[in-house]
Each structure stands twice: as structure tokens, then as C-alpha cells.
């Protein structure tokens, strides 16, 4: 009758712990690429592409230890508080070519140290909070935007580090003073425009206006008040007039003693 082995402890140790490795391997991999982006070898970084996927939020499963993240080239509409805050090793981030209408305070929390890029052109965005983006050290593009140029947004600009190579296509879409429409935000700000005085000249416009008012209002009033006066003083005047005149007294005059 044959006889039957059993594997030796250390032999059954070895395949055990070799098929928790390939399986922890299997599971790294199949988590390391949310669907449908692509994660190909980026010089022994995590990079991560989900460009031109048609996403219309941003993947919640993006490994921590990314570096780059595209996601450009989508039809993102919004950026939840904290979408980014597990990434604490991501350099680069593009998000330029989406519907992003708004950024908030805590949009980008978690990216102030690392963050070396950040593409929002080509969105939809027309304000940007002064706290939203000037924790962040990395170069900013915002070129291609709807922007409403008014005081908070030259607020919040003098606090970014702007990308160079487009600041100069940052333009006002609509603004609070018209001679800023269409054109180029920063070259109009760095020739001394601001865009800060604008609630001061209508502050003092109204204070002119209210004068203005009130001395008018003086002044019907007074020559109200003269007219007034100089018909009671006519009407006394012809009263005087209508009354009959009282005879002259003649007093006799005596002889003299």
C-alpha cells in the first residue's frame, strides 16, 4: 500500500506565503488604476491619466502615493471639499478643459506643501474665493475662464503664483468696470488699474447725489418761503390799500389874545 507525503511545514509555509503575496500583489494592482484611466510606469512614479474619459466627477479610488493626476479634457462640473486631501504626494494636477463653475475654500485641502501645478484653464469658473487657492504654492493656470473681474478676484490674484507662460490670457469676461472687458486682467493690474476703487467712486458719487439733494430741497425751500411771504406782504399792502382814508381834522384857530 503507497504511501502518502505531506508536505514538509517549511515547504507548506513557503507556498502559502508566496500565494498571500501574489494575491496582495493582484489586489495592489487591481486598486492602484481606478477605471477607466490608464497608470502606465512614470520614471517610478504613480501616474494617473483619465483625460478625454467623459468623467463627470473625479474617481474617489486614486491611490494615495500618486504624483500626477490628469484629468483634463472631461466634463467635471464640480469639485467636492476634500477630493484631493489623500494625495499627499501629488506634484501635478490638471484639470483644464472641464465645466468647473466654482472652487471652494477647502476645494484643494491637503495639496498646500506638495502641489507643484495646477491646470484650471479652459473651465467655467467666473469667481475665485481669496482663500481658495492662496494656500498653495504651485504655479496656477487660469487662463480661458468666464471671470468676473471685480475686488475680491485682484485680491486673490496678487495672492497666487500665477503660471507665466499663460497669465497673460487671464481676461475679464464681465467686470464692474467696463474698460476691463476682454482684456488682459494682470497687464491692466500691473499698470496701476485696480479694481478696488470702484465701491469708494460710487460711495462718493451718492454722498455728491444726497447733497446735492438736500441743497436742493434748502433752496426750494427758501424761495418757497420768500415768495410766500412777499404774496401776504402784497395782499397786506392792497388791504391797506382799500381801506377808506379818514377826513382831515380842522381845528379851529382861535384869535389871538
Not at 18 to 33: D, Q
Not at 41 to 67: F, K, M, N, R
Not at 101 to 129: C, H, K, M, V, W
Amino acid at each position: 500500500m503507497g504511501t502518502v507525503r505531506l508536505p514538509r511545514p517549511s515547504l507548506l509555509l513557503v507556498s502559502t506565503r508566496g500565494t498571500c503575496l501574489f494575491l496582495l500583489f493582484c489586489l495592489r494592482l487591481g486598486a492602484t488604476c481606478p477605471q477607466p484611466c490608464r497608470c502606465p510606469d512614470h520614471a517610478g512614479a504613480v501616474a494617473v491619466y483619465c483625460s478625454l474619459q467623459g468623467l463627470q466627477e473625479v474617481p474617489q479610488d486614486i491611490p494615495a502615493d500618486t504624483v500626477l493626476l490628469k484629468l483634463d479634457a472631461n466634463k467635471i462640473s464640480h469639485l467636492p471639499d476634500g477630493a484631493f486631501q489623500h494625495l499627499h504626494r501629488l506634484r501635478e494636477l490638471d484639470l483644464s478643459h472641464n465645466a468647473i463653475e466654482a472652487i471652494g475654500p477647502a476645494t484643494f485641502a491637503g495639496l498646500a506643501r506638495g502641489l507643484r501645478l495646477l491646470d484650471l484653464s479652459y473651465n467655467r469658473i467666473q469667481r475665485i474665493p481669496k482663500d481658495a487657492l492662496g494656500k498653495l504654492s504651485a504655479k496656477i493656470r487660469l487662463s480661458h475662464n468666464p471671470l468676473h473681474c471685480e475686488c475680491a478676484l485682484q485680491e486673490a490674484l496678487w495672492e497666487l503664483k500665477l503660471d507665466p507662460d499663460s497669465v497673460d490670457e487671464i481676461a475679464c469676461h464681465t467686470s464692474v468696470q467696463e474698460e476691463f472687458v476682454g482684456k488682459p486682467l494682470v497687464q491692466a493690474l500691473d499698470a496701476g488699474a485696480s479694481l478696488c476703487s470702484v465701491p469708494h467712486r460710487t460711495t462718493d458719487v451718492a454722498m455728491l447725489v444726497t447733497m446735492f439733494g438736500w441743497f436742493a430741497m434748502v433752496i426750494a425751500y427758501v424761495v418757497y418761503y420768500v415768495r410766500h411771504n412777499q404774496e401776504d406782504a402784497r395782499r397786506h399792502l392792497e388791504y391797506l390799500k382799500s381801506l377808506p382814508s379818514a377826513p382831515a381834522s380842522k381845528d379851529p384857530i382861535g384869535p389871538g389874545p
